[in-house]
């Protein structure tokens, strides 16, 4: 049976308290009204056309999503502006989007970095960089392996459990180097290696590493580093949030996960 979105919000709240967001960040509700039932849910990276497509055709009433599709201020949203085009169908099909952003990052438990160190086993995660009364709740992780293996297998080992993108899994630092504790953060995360060195982490996993903090982080003692999309380090919240919700509201509202790659590269030439 629907439940009226308003629930569905308390609950994506419990999970993702939006005072754990950034003050620059935009994150909850986007368009819906609160009073109207939900029944279907459906997951996603990005507010992207071909997802809000998927919306549409599976009569989908919430889309949930972790990168915001108004991050910036704007001052309108007409149906000639590519983001205002989206906001515009969403409402005409009668679809809600909600999104839990840098909050979700900082989430204990069931939030992107807890997903992504599960996802990798790692035992003993903490945050990196520990945020509100909660010790479980920070941005980034760190935690050790089952059992240690070299950065080349390791770098292997992430390319099979994340999604597949045209990028693939790019790594910094001697192969042969034995990896045990990993530190791990979805998304942008380059600015947490000197944490990571502090943690003793063998590797900081991460994505969007540009070229000269990479260069110079080999010139030190410090972690390796492994490279991936932005897309794929988020993935792995999806079915996590998505679980939760779905037990979170007794089974009562249908949640999916998009399987559209929203990773914005699409094609790879090698050299």
């Not at 996993?205 to 794929?232: F, N, R």
Request: net charge negative; aromatic share 4%.
């Amino acid at each position: 049976m629907p439940v009226p979105l308003r629930e569905v919000i308390a609950a994506l709240d419990a999970r993702y308290d939006p005072a754990l967001a950034e003050s620059w960040d935009a994150v909850g509700l986007v368009c819906g009204d609160p009073d109207e039932p939900v029944g279907r849910v459906l997951f996603a990276v990005d507010p992207t056309t071909a997802v809000v497509d998927e919306v549409i055709s599976t009569g989908t009433d919430l889309l949930v999503t972790h990168h915001p599709l108004l991050l910036t201020p704007v001052h309108g949203v007409p149906a000639e502006d590519p983001k205002g085009r989206l906001v515009h169908r969403l409402i005409r099909a009668g679809a809600g989007l909600f999104v839990a952003h840098t909050n979700a990052d900082r989430a204990p438990g069931s939030g992107v970095n807890a997903a992504l160190a599960d996802l990798l086993g790692l035992a003993g995660a903490v945050p990196l960089e520990p945020a509100g009364d909660d010790p479980r709740a920070g941005l980034g992780r760190v935690g050790e392996l089952r059992a240690p293996m070299p950065l080349s297998a390791f770098a292997a080992h992430v390319a099979a459990l994340l999604p597949a993108t045209v990028g693939g899994v790019r790594a910094a630092g001697d192969p042969g180097r034995v990896i045990r504790r990993v530190a791990v953060c979805g998304g942008s995360g380059g600015s947490l290696l000197p944490a990571a060195a502090a943690a003793g982490a063998d590797v900081l996993l991460t994505s969007d590493l540009k070229h000269h903090p990479v260069s110079d982080a080999g010139e030190v003692a410090g972690p390796a580093l492994c490279d991936v999309a932005h897309y794929a380090s988020e993935w792995p919240w999806l079915p996590v949030a998505a679980e939760h919700l779905r037990g979170d509201l007794a089974g009562q509202v249908e949640v999916s996960v998009s399987r559209l790659r929203t990773d914005p590269w699409t094609w790879h030439a090698a050299g």
